[in-house]
């Protein structure tokens, strides 16, 4: 027998096993960390949390933040996770020696995300770009709230709190089968904290977000999906929709959260769990 979390997952093991079961990933509600109170702001805030693994996604992010660039007194983005950890590995090329270094903080693929949300820095002012320059794990004093903000990484027990700082989580990945075979987990998260997501229209994606646009006016779905094909307009567009209506991201984010707070339920999912496991062993 086997167990894995999504039905799009299931599909693919059933090909060489029939008996698989869906027990998805959960999120218990009284944990800590999905209980933080959101910041507030004027602007409508938009963020992605994450790993390192999640170069090739991120770009289709890619001028983006350009295409937008003329409303920028309206919104702003946090990118949270940010790492400077690692090591390289040099190999002296006439005689093969390698040799391990610390990674440089301008050679992590951190700053290379933080390049796309900032459209390669255009978006910051001159003093914002110095400090992040000096790639300091502290917090940037300005009088107003920068339009680009890092957020360092913490701990598994702490990460999910990083959804306090914005309103929309953005959800890009690449179409192939390791990503269309992924949990829904950032999905999960998201509607926990009541956020309004912009995701995808692939994979893990699909299985609990209906896309809430038609004909330019806001249906009764709980996400804005971008279609593979659309990767280079509709994430600008979407963002523009909801900067232009933030009520719209409120009502989202609060649909989503209808959507998952009992499914994704850990007390649910763990006792679906032990069921399964008690059938087995009769």
């Known amino acids: 027998h086997v167990t894995t979390t999504t039905s799009v997952f299931a599909t693919e093991i059933s090909k060489f096993n029939k008996n698989v079961y869906i027990l998805p990933n959960a999120i218990n509600p009284k944990e800590g960390q999905f209980n933080v109170k959101s910041e507030t702001s004027d602007k409508l805030r938009f963020g992605w949390l994450g790993g390192s693994s999640h170069l090739h996604d991120l770009k289709l992010l890619d001028g983006t933040i350009s295409k937008l660039s003329q409303h920028k007194d309206?919104?702003?983005?946090?990118?949270?996770?940010?790492?400077i950890r690692g090591t390289v590995t040099e190999i002296n090329q006439q005689t093969g020696e390698q040799k391990q270094r610390d990674i440089k903080p301008e050679e992590t693929v951190w700053s290379r995300y933080e390049e796309i949300f900032t459209d390669?820095?255009?978006?910051?002012?001159?003093k914002h770009k110095e400090f992040l320059m000096s790639f300091k794990d502290e917090e940037y004093v300005s009088d107003v709230l920068p339009f680009y903000n890092r957020i360092w990484t913490k701990p598994v027990t702490s990460y999910a709190a990083n959804y306090k700082w914005f309103d929309v989580s953005l959800a890009p990945i690449k179409n192939h089968i390791f990503n269309r075979v992924k949990?829904?987990?950032?999905?999960?998260?998201?509607?926990?904290?009541?956020?309004?997501?912009?995701?995808?229209?692939?994979?893990?994606?699909?299985?609990?977000?209906?896309?809430?646009?038609?004909?330019?006016?806001?249906?009764?779905?709980?996400?804005?999906?971008?279609?593979?094909?659309?990767?280079?307009?509709?994430?600008?567009?979407?963002?523009?929709?909801?900067?232009?209506?933030?009520?719209?991201?409120?009502?989202?984010?609060?649909?989503?959260?209808?959507?998952?707070?009992?499914?994704?339920?850990?007390?649910?999912?763990?006792?679906?769990?032990?069921e399964l496991y008690k059938s087995l062993i009769k």
């Not at 309206?74 to 790492?83: E, T």
């Not at 904290?193 to 994606?205: E, L």
Request: charged share 30%; with cysteine; aromatic share 12%.
């Open 74 to 83: 309206k919104f702003s983005m946090y990118l949270c996770g940010f790492d």
């Open 120 to 126: 390669n820095y255009k978006t910051v002012d001159p």
């Open 183 to 274: 949990s829904q987990l950032k999905v999960i998260e998201a509607g926990f904290h009541k956020k309004a997501i912009i995701a995808s229209n692939i994979g893990p994606y699909t299985i609990d977000l209906k896309h809430a646009l038609k004909n330019g006016e806001f249906t009764d779905g709980n996400a804005l999906l971008v279609d593979e094909a659309r990767n280079h307009s509709d994430w600008a567009k979407y963002m523009k929709k909801l900067i232009d209506n933030p009520n719209w991201a409120y009502d989202l984010g609060q649909r989503l959260y209808e959507t998952v707070k009992d499914t994704y339920d850990l007390n649910k999912v763990t006792k679906d769990r032990a």
